[in-house]
């Protein structure tokens, strides 16, 4: 019974701060005296950097065990959500204009987690069937006090 994760490919937050820097470079070159470019680069570059430091400290964005899955909400917060509360996962494949795109499909009742092959630094439809093959696992073993073998939730 391992436990599986699946991390953003590093090249995505690389790109995010490239893009910021892009960003601020454009405006020297041709907006030196409009302070509103100023604030508006500044604003979207620091948005980039902000983006791409989540991915560096946070780069398992999806971890499977026969317990359930634990995923990234928000933009810090982790949510461990048990295989009794996921209603269905399914790769949703759209395709336009000429672009494809796959997502991973996590639906828990009043949430829905969509995660993309970067994200997920693999193909979404070899995710799907290894949460499948996950969920089909035995639950791990008991301990003497009636848990399964997980850390004690913090208390509040």
Do not use: N
């Not at 982790?78 to 494809?100: F, K, N, T």
């Not at 949430?111 to 791990?140: F, I, K, N, T, W």
């Amino acid at each position: 019974m391992a436990a599986q994760q699946w991390r953003v490919k590093p090249v995505l937050p690389v790109t995010k701060l490239l893009g910021a820097v892009a960003l601020i470079v454009l405006v020297v070159a041709f907006g030196r005296e409009d302070p509103i470019q100023w604030v508006l680069a500044a604003a979207v570059a620091l948005g980039l950097a902000g983006w791409a430091l989540r991915d560096l400290v946070r780069p398992v964005r999806l971890a499977a065990d026969a317990t359930g899955v634990t995923l990234v909400a928000g933009y810090l917060a982790r949510r461990h959500l048990p295989w009794a509360q996921i209603e269905r996962v399914r790769v949703d494949r759209r395709e336009r204009r000429g672009i494809r795109s796959e997502l991973l499909e996590i639906d828990a009742g009043d949430s829905l987690y969509l995660l993309s092959v970067h994200e997920l630094g693999s193909d979404p439809e070899e995710v799907a069937q290894e949460l499948a093959r996950l969920r089909d696992q035995p639950m791990p073993a008991e301990t003497s006090s009636g848990s399964p073998l997980r850390p004690p939730a913090p208390e509040k």
